[in-house]
């Protein structure tokens, strides 16, 4: 739609108020999150958080074109993202392209999400020259996980030099935006300043150029793990444990459904209702 935020709108954000972003995978959540998101991006934790698997490597492009799918159905602001799930991309920028404009057709976002600096520069260059906004994302790379041995923090030490050459990387390759996750607040804040790019933090500190969170973990609907990173804004998952609880046992002791749920025989005006 014409008054949705396009990606260059978000990389002239750059150095002004922060961007707000969050992921959803549902219209719902998609509809709550349009009125108070600049980005809403459909992460392929979606895996982890919607489908219980160990990992996002499990994920398909099928699932992030039915979530994308459902998504779009609630965005009229916001610009969606869609993550290239793992496999889908890494082997060559013909099958990323592939793989981006399968995405773009199917759910109608305007941009996608990949993991990688350097390695994936090149890769960045020929999406962003076809049509394809490309939002990067360095530092913790979960699809990595069977290499890095975790989920740890990133780039302390000597190891910051590696992920600012992956911020000037996808900055030089024509990404418009860059998620850091899980890093610590000097490097974030270094590479904040020195990237012509805004920068989207999770677990990156109030340096980066915008905040992202799951929002499922914000909102306390998951619970298996807590990074540190997560401020937990509610705890729907204790509500609904609660609500879960109440039903249960009204309906053992017959308390529901009670006179208000029933149906009679024939409606007030005589139809059958
Ligand atoms: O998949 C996801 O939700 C993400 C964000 C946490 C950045 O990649
Ligand atoms: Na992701």
Not at 52 to 58: I, V
Not at 194 to 200: G, R
Request: hydrophobic share 45%; charged share 20%.
């Amino acid at each position: 739609d014409a008054k949705a935020i396009t990606p260059p709108a978000i990389r002239s954000r750059k150095g002004q108020a922060p961007l707000v972003c969050l992921t959803a995978y549902t219209t719902p959540v998609a509809r709550l999150a349009d009125r108070h998101c600049d980005i809403v991006l459909v992460g392929d934790s979606v895996g982890m958080i919607l489908h219980g698997l160990p990992s996002t490597l499990g994920v398909s492009l099928e699932m992030m074109i039915m979530h994308g799918q459902a998504v779009r159905r609630g965005l009229q602001q916001a610009l969606m993202v869609v993550d290239l799930p793992f496999g889908s991309y890494e082997e060559t920028p013909q099958q990323a392209f592939r793989s981006a404009a399968r995405i773009i057709a199917e759910t109608g976002c305007a941009a996608v999400k990949l993991e990688g600096g350097q390695t994936m520069a090149e890769t960045i260059r020929c999406l962003a020259t076809r049509g394809v906004p490309v939002m990067a994302h360095v530092g913790l790379t979960p699809q990595a996980v069977n290499i890095s041995g975790g989920y740890r923090v990133q780039g302390r030490g000597d190891d910051a030099e590696r992920i600012r050459r992956d911020a000037f990387a996808v900055t030089e390759a024509g990404a418009f935006a860059v998620v850091l996750e899980k890093v610590p607040e000097p490097l974030a804040r270094r590479i904040t300043a020195e990237i012509a790019i805004p920068t989207i933090g999770i677990g990156a500190s109030p340096a980066c150029d915008g905040q992202i969170l799951v929002s499922d973990d914000m909102l306390g609907l998951f619970t298996s793990f807590r990074p540190k990173f997560v401020k937990r804004y509610a705890e729907l998952g204790d509500q609904a444990e609660a609500a879960i609880t109440a039903y249960a046992a009204d309906v053992r002791q017959r308390r529901f459904p009670a006179a208000e749920h029933l149906y009679a025989n024939a409606s007030k005006t005589g139809a059958v209702a």
